[in-house]
C-alpha cells in the first residue's frame, strides 16, 4: 500500500509501488500554491495523511487511467487547509474515496471529471466541525455509463459552521448515468449550517438522487439508549462514532480516536 504524507511543504511517498507516478511540482511562489499531481496506472490503495498544514494551498491532481480500479484512504489532523482536487478517470476505470477530516478550518473544491465510459466514483468524507468548513463539489459526468456516489457527513460542535455545496451535470445525449448525491450534518450547536444539493440534468435517460439532511439525533435514539442505562453523554458518543463510520473501511480507528476527543 502507497502512503503519501503532506506537512506544509513536506511531501514524500513511503512504500511506493509501480502502480502509481507522483509528481511534486515547485510551489508557486506568487500564489504559494503546491502542486501534486499522482497517475495511477495499475490497481492500487493509497493513504494520504495531512497533517499541521497552514498558510500554504494544495492543487492536488488524480488521473485513474483506463480500467485501472484504486482507493485512496485520506485523514486530514488539525492546522488551517485549503486544498483544491481534480479526479479524472478514463474508462471502466474506479476510484474510491474514504476521507476523514479533524481540523481546525477548512476550504476544499473538489473538482470530478468521469471522462470515460463506465467511469464510477464512490467518495465519502467524513468530518467534526469546530470552526468554519467549506466543501464545494463539481461531477462531470463527460461519458456515457457513468457513477457517482457523493456522501458527505458532518458532526458540527462548539464553534463549527458546516456548508457543503454539490453540483452534479449531466449534458445532452450522456446516457444511462447514475448520479447520487447524499450529506447529512449533525449540529449539536445554534449556529447556522448549510447543504446546497443541485442537479444539473440535460438528459432523460439518467437516475439521479439527492437527499439533504441538517438535524440531531432523534429522540428516539437518545431515549434508547438511555433506557438502557447510557447517560446523554455516552449516548451521544456512540451514536456519533456509528454515524461517521458508516462507509468507512480503512480510518475506523481514526474516528473512534476523534470521537473519544470530544466526547470521552
Same mark, same amino acid.
Given at each position: 500500500?502507497?502512503?503519501?504524507? $503532506?506537512?506544509?511543504?513536506?511531501?514524500?511517498?513511503?512504500?511506493?509501488?509501480? =502502480?502509481?507516478?507522483?509528481?511534486?511540482?515547485?510551489?508557486?511562489?506568487?500564489?504559494?500554491?503546491?502542486? &501534486?499531481?499522482?497517475?495511477?496506472?495499475?490497481?492500487?490503495?493509497?493513504?494520504?495523511?495531512?497533517?499541521?498544514?497552514?498558510?500554504?494551498?494544495? *492543487?492536488? =491532481? &488524480?488521473?485513474?487511467?483506463?480500467?485501472? /480500479?484504486?482507493?485512496?484512504?485520506?485523514?486530514?489532523?488539525?492546522?488551517?487547509? /485549503?486544498?483544491?482536487?481534480?479526479?479524472?478517470?478514463?474508462? *471502466?476505470?474506479?476510484?474510491?474515496?474514504?476521507?476523514?477530516?479533524?481540523?481546525?478550518?477548512?476550504?476544499?473544491?473538489?473538482?470530478?471529471?468521469?471522462?470515460?465510459?463506465?467511469?464510477?466514483? *464512490?467518495?465519502?468524507?467524513?468530518? &467534526?466541525?469546530?470552526?468554519?468548513?467549506?466543501?464545494?463539489?463539481?461531477?462531470?459526468?463527460?461519458?456515457?455509463?457513468?457513477?457517482?456516489?457523493?456522501?458527505?457527513?458532518?458532526?458540527?460542535?462548539? *464553534?463549527?459552521?458546516?456548508?457543503?455545496?454539490?453540483?452534479?451535470? &449531466?449534458?445532452? @445525449?450522456?446516457?444511462? =448515468?447514475?448520479?447520487?448525491?447524499?450529506?447529512?450534518?449533525?449540529?449539536?450547536?445554534?449556529?447556522? =449550517? +448549510? $447543504?446546497?444539493?443541485?442537479?444539473?440534468?440535460?438528459?432523460?435517460?439518467?437516475?439521479?438522487?439527492?437527499?439533504?439532511?441538517?438535524?440531531?439525533?432523534?429522540? @428516539?435514539? $437518545?431515549?434508547?439508549?438511555?433506557?438502557?442505562?447510557?447517560?446523554?453523554?455516552?449516548?451521544?458518543?456512540?451514536?456519533?462514532?456509528?454515524?461517521?463510520?458508516?462507509?468507512? +473501511?480503512?480510518?475506523?480507528?481514526?474516528?473512534?480516536?476523534?470521537?473519544?476527543?470530544?466526547?470521552?
Amino acid at each position: 500500500m502507497n502512503k503519501l504524507k $503532506i506537512s506544509n511543504k513536506d511531501i514524500y511517498l513511503e512504500n511506493k509501488d509501480d =502502480c502509481l507516478s507522483l509528481i511534486v511540482e515547485e510551489a508557486s511562489k506568487l500564489l504559494d500554491v503546491q502542486t &501534486v499531481k499522482i497517475i495511477i496506472n495499475s490497481d492500487t490503495d493509497i493513504v494520504i495523511e495531512c497533517e499541521e498544514i497552514e498558510n500554504v494551498k494544495f *492543487d492536488i =491532481c &488524480v488521473n485513474v487511467l483506463k480500467g485501472v /480500479k484504486a482507493s485512496i484512504y485520506e485523514l486530514k489532523k488539525n492546522g488551517k487547509y /485549503k486544498f483544491q482536487y481534480k479526479y479524472y478517470l478514463e474508462d *471502466d476505470s474506479y476510484l474510491n474515496i474514504e476521507k476523514v477530516i479533524n481540523v481546525q478550518k477548512i476550504h476544499e473544491m473538489t473538482v470530478i471529471n468521469l471522462n470515460g465510459e463506465n467511469a464510477k466514483i *464512490d467518495y465519502n468524507l467524513k468530518t &467534526v466541525s469546530k470552526d468554519k468548513e467549506k466543501y464545494n463539489f463539481l461531477v462531470y459526468h463527460n461519458a456515457r455509463k457513468t457513477a457517482s456516489n457523493i456522501r458527505n457527513s458532518g458532526v458540527n460542535i462548539l *464553534d463549527g459552521k458546516i456548508e457543503f455545496n454539490v453540483s452534479s451535470f &449531466v449534458p445532452n @445525449d450522456i446516457k444511462k =448515468c447514475d448520479v447520487n448525491q447524499s450529506t447529512r450534518i449533525i449540529n449539536m450547536t445554534d449556529n447556522t =449550517c +448549510t $447543504i446546497k444539493p443541485n442537479l444539473f440534468i440535460d438528459e432523460e435517460d439518467v437516475i439521479a438522487n439527492h437527499s439533504a439532511l441538517i438535524g440531531t439525533f432523534s429522540f @428516539d435514539e $437518545i431515549f434508547y439508549l438511555e433506557s438502557r442505562g447510557i447517560n446523554k453523554k455516552e449516548s451521544e458518543r456512540l451514536l456519533t462514532r456509528g454515524f461517521l463510520t458508516k462507509g468507512i +473501511t480503512y480510518h475506523e480507528k481514526a474516528i473512534k480516536d476523534i470521537v473519544d476527543q470530544y466526547w470521552g
